[in-house]
């Protein structure tokens, strides 16, 4: 006998990855997001930049290191995906065209 299992529903992480993806394909013309999840974290990679949805937070790198040598990135809260979109569209294009850039991982 066969049993029908439901899929789990995506978590916050997943579903805001989702939204900011959706807007940057409909408001910025950003497309071809790939969306990765594991264990209440997901990642947005956009080519060169990767955004983080983890923790209540979406974060991605600035590019620039601190006086303590460490990446430097912007945060907003899961709930501000329309915000945080508007921001990441910036970054990506800002490094868009870019050759030799390396993702750093944020953590």
Known sequence: MAYLTASR???REESAARQV???LAATHNIRGG???TYRGVALLRLGDLSVWFRAGKISWSTGELGADGKPQTTAFLLHETAQAAVKIAQRYRELRGHV???AVRIG
């Open 9 to 11: 529903p995506p978590g």
């Open 21 to 23: 993806d959706t807007h």
């Open 34 to 36: 790939q969306i990765h």
């Open 100 to 102: 030799g850039l390396h």
